[in-house]
Structures are given as C-alpha cells and as structure tokens.
C-alpha cells in the first residue's frame, strides 16, 4: 500500500478489476482456441471420411463398376462443397459457433451419402449377379434381382436431389432469415415503363385540354353556334 501510495480499499478494487479483467481474458482465450481445435478435429474427421468414400469408389471402379464409382464421387464432391461452405462461413464469426441446427444437417449429409455407398455396393453386388451369376438364376429370383436392383436406383436418385436440394438452399439453412431484412423490391424496367406511362398520359391531358381551349377560343362554344333552321320564305 505504501509503495503505491493508495489505501486498501483502493488496493482491493484494483485487485479484483486486474482479476477479472485476466479471468475474462483467458475466458475468451479458451473459448476461441476450443472453438479452434474443433474446427480442425471436425476438418480432419471430413477429410478423413471423404477418404474413406473415395476409396469405396476406387473400389466400385476396380471391380468394373465405373458409373456407379462415378456417382459416389458426384455425392462426395458436393458433400465437401457443403462443409466447406459451412465452415467458411462459421469462419467469419467464430465467437457464435455452429449452432446445433447446422450441425445436424452436415451429420445428415454424412448418414445420407455413406447410406448411397452403401447402396451403390449392393448394386454392384445385385449386377453381378443378374450378369455374372455363379449359378443359374431361375426366373422368379432373376425378377426379384431385378426389382431390387430398381428400388435401390430410384433410392440413389432421390438422396442426389435431397443432396442438390440442401446445396441449392444451403444459405437459408443456415441463416432461415437471410435476404429477409434486405429484400430488394425495385424493378427496375416495371418502375421506369410506370413512369414513362405517367408522363405520357399527363401529357397527353395537357394537349387535349389545350386544344380544347384553342377551340372555344378560336370558335365560340359550340354548343352556342349550333346551325339554326333555315326560315320559311314569305
């Protein structure tokens, strides 16, 4: 206290404004660096499942299955898009996290695109069989296969319009009241012909009552300088 040359009530304020000033400070530390470490472990996680699905599309192409390995790397290249598109935009605001809400939705895209590999396997599998069998199908199993191999295709093709719905309104995911406060009303073309249209109809009242006043005064009210009947001669 002497040192300082203050009193010990002044002394204890101090010490509790440095206090939590430095607990405030390696709050916001902490805070920011986990928010760091799980942006990197929930990076390398994706880089390691997307490693994973290309790979079982190596392996689809490997064994002669060459559309079905190229629709598994359409899945997995616009899976990344979205978490890269996600990411980068938690990037700009790492204070507020990912909320759970979007959190969720990257979760269901992994479940839906290791669900189509899945599905692209037992395509593969079913082809084989239908074309390659190792014993004599009869006709029932044959059509069983078949039918099979039907419902897991139109399965596939609607997870790839879920997949491009979820690309497509990704933003309002995200942030359901984006655009909203902005919203831009104008149209450009419609408001300039209303314009046009104005001008031109007021322009055109102020001819018409311009002639109008041209003619009275040129000729008298017309509807006092009617032709009178002729008169009876006597």
Same mark, same amino acid.
């Given at each position: ?27 916001? @530390?902490?805070?920011? !660096?986990?928010?760091?470490?799980? =942006?990197?472990?929930?990076?390398? &996680? ?5 490693? @994973?699905?290309?790979? =079982? #599309?190596?392996? !689809? ?43 969720? *939705?990257? $979760? /269901?895209? %992994? ?8 599905? /692209? %396997?037992? /395509? ?5 069989? !239908?074309?390659?069998? $190792? ?5 029932? +199993?044959?059509? @069983?296969? &078949? ?7 139109? =399965? ?21 009241? *984006?655009?909203?406060?902005?919203? %831009?009303?104008? @149209? #450009?073309?419609?408001? +300039?012909?209303?314009?046009?249209? =104005?001008?031109? +109809? ?5 001819? +018409? ?13 017309? /509807? !006092? ?10």
């Amino acid at each position: 206290f002497t040192f300082l040359d203050i009193g010990p009530a002044i002394f204890g304020g101090l010490l509790l404004a440095v206090t939590g000033g430095i607990a405030w400070y390696w709050k916001t @530390h902490n805070e920011n !660096l986990e928010a760091k470490l799980l =942006r990197k472990l929930i990076d390398e &996680s994706n880089q390691a499942q997307d490693q @994973h699905l290309v790979e =079982r #599309a190596r392996n !689809l192409a490997g064994e002669g299955h060459h559309n079905y390995a190229s629709t598994l790397g359409s899945f997995v290249e616009r899976k990344k898009q979205v978490e890269e598109a996600i990411h980068a935009e938690f990037r700009k605001r790492p204070e507020s996290g990912v909320p759970d809400s979007v959190q969720e *939705i990257e $979760k /269901l895209i %992994d479940t839906l695109v290791f669900g189509v590999a899945d599905q /692209l %396997d037992r /395509l593969g599998e079913i082809d084989l069989k !239908l074309h390659k069998p $190792k014993f004599p199908l009869s006709d029932s +199993q044959r059509e @069983h296969l &078949s039918a099979a191999r039907s419902d897991i295709s139109d =399965r596939v093709h609607e997870a790839w319009e879920t997949l491009e719905d979820t690309w497509e309104n990704l933003g309002s995911l995200i942030d359901p009241t *984006i655009g909203l406060a902005a919203e %831009d009303s104008s @149209h #450009a073309t419609l408001d +300039q012909a209303i314009v046009r249209l =104005r001008h031109e +109809q007021e322009l055109a009242g102020r001819v +018409q009552e311009r002639m109008a006043n041209e003619w009275a005064d040129a000729f008298g009210d017309p /509807l !006092l300088n009617r032709d009178e009947p002729p008169l009876e001669s006597e």
